[in-house]
């Protein structure tokens, strides 16, 4: 059992009126009220550039919780806490009301000065943001002052430095909690434990026994509205910059000596700097782009990402990504990590597959083949593992038939699967930034993708490639099929 400690804090969001406040952190405050975390000292200021009133906005984060309600925490006075103030971030003078209602919470809270900062707002607020909490005065308050910021971090490692640059002039890097909501996701936390917990996994955590690794992180949606923030980004920046990249971290990472965030940062950092450099003609080599065209899915036809609202006619934006990462150490040398991502595909599907190599000969052969050993991690929609061996087919012979151990965290843990945002605004308010990237991290991973988005932007790909619900364009399957391995579905 987590222990419940009461968390004293003024949580001030900017963009409070914006659909992450709304769907995501509206919900996960309450979540963390019903559990005890949040009692009756802690205030929420929402800003944003709407002339609501406090009432208005009670209102709103009353109708965000509505289907989770718990007996015994009353909406209402949940959203109690709740202040809104009509700001216009670029706005200095909006600075100073802001810190007025901020101390007067401060008080009447007993607040001890605590103060989190979140940014649900386009990034490029982000800079002026930070620069005016720091002219202002916010950040000299008695208790600790800490921002969570929201991807994209970037868009390449020298945006990404100069974003950094700006929040480094108010916050160290230690009050910085970059959210990774992935990293947020239980089982993502799990890696540690089923790695470092379990003998039997981590003694076979290498070259020696795994074949490969994947990892496959698929969504059925299209870009939908987010046609004009998508054209910007694509798939590699979007998915394979943060999300895959941490997940490969935190995979191929070495133990640390303790479970603390620097420990574990330091090892994830290491396991970054062992990534192999594809640059160049290798580009080609290694990853695979697509972009999904028309297509029927449950007897619907959807328009392809060329038809999708802000974007291109004959845009070259990618919407899936493959790719062989390789990471050059003494555990993995020799081991590919292939990974996917993409939307319109043919299933919503977050999972890691760790390949185990077969047994040196088969007793059982040769009119008997036998399934590998695979160890599938669930992120989700199920989260769970399962563990795929092979056992004797009950009756006379030897008849070999493969068999699926499982754990699914839904059923006997329970329902409700804490919301990733939930635990992580609980982490940022203990102080903990384990499940937060680093900017050491972030700095590695866009060296890492700047190479390949180099050799992306200087030529066009043939798209579309795909059709709207399949697993992506071919190619992606012969970049397994060539290394004699195929994908696991
Ligand atoms: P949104 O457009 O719904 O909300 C933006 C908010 O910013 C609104 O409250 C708006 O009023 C406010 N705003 C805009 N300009 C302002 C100004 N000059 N002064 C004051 N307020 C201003 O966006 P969103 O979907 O909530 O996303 C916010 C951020 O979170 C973005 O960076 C997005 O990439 C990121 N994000 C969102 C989600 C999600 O589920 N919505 C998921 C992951 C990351």
Redesign the pocket.
């Known amino acids: 059992m987590t222990e419940v400690k009461e968390q004293v804090a003024l949580i001030t969001i ?8 709304n ?2 952190l509206y919900p996960s405050l309450y979540h963390l009220f019903t559990k005890g975390f949040l009692k009756e000292n802690f205030a929420v200021i929402g ?4 002339p609501w009133t406090n009432d208005f906005f009670r209102e709103k984060v009353v109708e965000s919780l509505k289907g989770i309600e718990k007996e015994g925490f009353d909406p209402e006075e949940f959203a109690s806490h709740f202040y809104y103030q009509s ?4 706005n200095r003078e909006s600075y100073v009301e802001l810190k007025d209602l901020s101390d007067e919470l401060d008080k009447k809270y007993e607040l001890q000065g605590n103060r989190l900062f979140y940014l ?4 490029n ?1 982000f800079g002026t943001i930070a620069s005016r909490l720091k002219s202002e005065g916010f950040v000299d308050n008695a208790g600790f002052s800490r921002l969570i910021i ?3 971090f970037g868009r390449d490692l020298a945006s990404a430095q100069e974003l950094n640059e700006s929040l480094r002039q108010a916050f160290d890097e230690n009050e910085i909690y970059r959210i990774d ?1 992935y990293l947020g996701k239980e089982m993502i936390q799990n890696i540690s434990v089923i790695r470092f917990a379990n003998s039997i996994i981590e003694s076979l955590w290498n070259n020696r026994y795994i074949d490969n690794v994947q990892v496959t992180l698929s969504e059925t949606l299209g870009v939908e509205d987010r046609g004009r923030y998508y054209e910007e980004s694509g798939a590699l920046r979007d998915m394979v910059q943060n999300h895959i990249l941490q997940i490969v971290s935190l995979l191929a990472m070495e133990p640390p000596i303790k479970l603390t965030t620097q420990e574990i940062r330091h090892e994830k950092v290491r396991a970054l700097r062992s990534l192999r450099v594809i640059e160049g003609d290798d580009v080609y080599k290694y990853f695979v782009r697509g972009q999904y065209g028309p297509g029927t899915v449950d007897g619907k036809e959807l328009l392809g990402y060329r038809q999708a609202e802000n974007v291109d006619s004959d845009s070259n934006t990618e919407t899936f990504v493959a790719a062989k990462l390789m990471i050059d150490n003494f555990r993995w040398s020799g081991v590919p990590f292939y990974i996917r991502t993409g939307k319109r595909l043919a299933k919503k599907t977050t999972q890691i597959a760790i390949q185990f190599k077969n047994v040196p000969m088969n007793l059982f052969g040769p009119d008997q083949s036998l399934g590998g050993n695979v160890l599938v991690i669930h992120i989700q929609p199920d989260e769970g593992i399962t563990l795929h061996m092979n056992v004797k087919e009950p009756g006379q012979g030897m008849l070999t038939m493969p068999v699926n151990l499982n754990y699914a965290h839904s059923s006997p843990d329970g329902m409700n699967t804490p919301e990733a945002y939930e635990k992580l605004i609980q982490d940022c308010l203990n102080g903990d930034a384990t499940y937060f990237s680093h900017w050491d991290e972030v700095s590695l991973s866009w060296n890492f993708i700047d190479k390949v988005a180099a050799v992306w932007s200087n030529s066009k790909e043939h798209f579309p490639n795909y059709t709207s619900g399949t697993m992506g364009p071919k190619e992606a399957d012969k970049l397994v099929s060539q290394d004699g391995f195929e994908w696991f579905e």
């Open positions: 900017f963009g409070g009126t914006g659909d992450l406040a769907r995501k800003t944003a550039r709407r700001h216009d971030v670029t649900a707002m386009a990034p607020f929201e991807k994209p909501h």
